[in-house]
């Protein structure tokens, strides 16, 4: 077989457009580097072809690696590398040239370079105040006991890493008890980019009666994580036993002559101020260091700064004390939630303690009631004395709506299938679907009616009653609050009911409270077909009385764009540079949809990431919601090429782009999506066990993106939909984003966007 100089090699079409056929794709040509011409390297994740061995910038670079159980045989460790890091090493004197990480601390022709992980030696205690204070010389803390979880948010914007574990580790009986755990954490330098995102420790005490105890956060400084080498970190943890206090407050339902509660199925705290207490860093400040604040812009990431001593501390806003208070009947048939609060008295446990704190209130499904959270405000912890903890009892409620149970209300989908592609090198067909999944068949499905699946759910709104002597606050219920809007009365609360498919019948089912006596809830139903359904999301106002089972069918008369185009690769990669050629399998294309200014305030259904796979020599269709989206495709694993450039394309309905054909059927066409040489990304990971998996990220490539002049920054949270606090989905450099592993001599080759 002949192989063009940059050793890609794609199958060239018979004939070019719908009717053009490609032959079997070419065998590999390579087995190994030795096989290849200088400054290639034979890519095994592309099939076995010989490639330039080009890297990508350092500043593009995302890897995260997930290595499970190397410290002992459980405990996962996660590194997030950025190309940047002082741990990355670029060796361009050996073949191929290759990023270089080591786990450990290693040194390159005298030079230092740190490994990638520290180990945090983690010791807890429980201290008695008053123990200690009777014999301060002979008194030692007793060992903690209960559930840990060390934690710190992604610096590549995605999920926070997480590892949770129990203390102190299990023994054989009459083993003396393990004091300390061994966690493994990512190594950083000062130099490393967001490397002082909070690392904290989540300390749950094991209940020791029908109370459950309240979590403790600790975090871990940031300037004591920090080094220019990686090592063993101690750490000594420490809760008080006079911290943890006990809080009371009373459930009704709101309304004269109302019966009692409703099922609880749970009432979750949390905090709903800073707090700003010295005790939550660990150490308060690390030897050496200089560690005041005079406003909260002097501290790091997730602090506030303690302006009485001028110190800072770990923010708690909105960080959890219970998931599960305990709940209590009262004599009266109402429900008293008990939950212990900590309250960080730890440097002044014989002061008192004021607290805001938010309650919320999870009902079971048969209730068909909304969640509600209330806020407690200046809620004053007396201190305690030897032998007593005072608790305190709030005199106001959590108050219900007294809502009609909630009843099974169903309804079905239907709507008219349409065309989305033709296909066929002899007998052009043309495919008229309720899906584009049927474009992978060879022949066009009989559909003359759809039943879409969807995802489904109804939203409701409660309104806080305010009538004059007979409001929320003439009940003696707790005001209620939003973390999103902590400054602002809420009068209002929207709240989601669930919807369950029932396959048998093709039915959609919610359980939905009509409301109050003769005052019909409305809800609004939201509709969102599958990706790859050729039905647009809806959303639609419905009224649920008590006589209301069974909704009209959602009949889906309304199309989403049909986005068109084709995958195929750069000249550069064919065999021969005179005539185009198609990819020799199939690609995969996404679309990811951006957020607008316009859109601010509006409802916007999803789905929001689109995915589909290409047809007959890398055609595609891909339907969307109406919308201003990232698109772009990539090779599929074990074939050719890198993945294409990102761009933007504006499919909403009074775009240019976007033609309305004679079927009522929006859709657009998009220039050809070229899957390009792009630059091969050859990282050897030293000391890393071989069943580790790696997740690549394209980090800044698509730098320079823009709509309506604005630039697009895709590591932010705020670009694109859906994204729950991540950055841009599209970040992906892998087809499916799937894992990649190392080989035998401990690289992971990828291609990356050039």
Known sequence: MTRFANGLVFVTAVALGACSTAVEPPAPDCTSNEDCEPGEICSIEQGGFCVKAILPNRTDVGLVINEIGAVDGVTPFVAEIRGEDASVTLDRQSHPERFILNKNNQSRQDVPFPGIRDLLDLSVTSRNFYAEQDDPNTYEPSLFAGSIAVSQDSRLSRAATTVNTNFPPA??????PITKIVVPWQHFTATDMLSDLPLVVTLTPASTGEIPQSNVYRQLHPKSLIGDEAQ??????????????NVYVPIKVFGNNSGPPPAIDSVSLRYASAIASPSTLVPNCPAGETCTCTSDNACTSGQVC??????CALDLTGRIITQSANLSPEQNGDLTVGAKVYTYCDENVETDTELDLAFTVATSTDTGLPRLTYLAESLQFNAPSPGTLPELQLSKHLCLPNWAPAQEVSFSTAGQPKSVGTRGSINLQDFVCCHVNCLQGETPPTEPNCAPEVDASFVGTFEVPNEPGDSWTDYGCLPLFSFSAPETEQSTVRFT???????ENSNYVSKLSPGAVDAP????????????SVFRSVQQSVVVAPDTLELPVANLIEYRVQLRGRVRPEMALCVDTDAECVIAREAEVVAERIRLPTEEGQTILGPYFYRTQTYENGTFTLPVNPGVYLVSAFPAIGSQGAPSDVIVVDLRLASDNVEIRADGVPEARVGDLLLTEGRLSTMELRNIDRSASITPIDLGSWNGI?????????NLSTTCYGSEGRGCRIRQLVFNNADLFLDQDGYVTYSSRG
């Not at 809830?521 to 790859?532: C, I, K, Q």
């Not at 709509?707 to 895709?714: A, G």
Request: glycine share 4%; charged share 35%; hydrophobic share 25%.
């Open 706 to 714: 823009t709509f309506d002049e604005q630039p697009l920054d895709l």
């Open 497 to 503: 009911r669930p919807v369950t498919y029932f396959e």
């Open 306 to 311: 303690n302006t009485a001593d001028e110190s």
């Open 521 to 532: 809830l409305t809800y609004d139903l939201r509709v969102e077909p599958e990706v790859g």
């Open 171 to 176: 023994v054989e009986e009459g083993e003396d």
């Open 232 to 245: 063993t970190k101690p750490y000594s943890l420490e809760i008080t036993e006079e911290c943890q206090r």
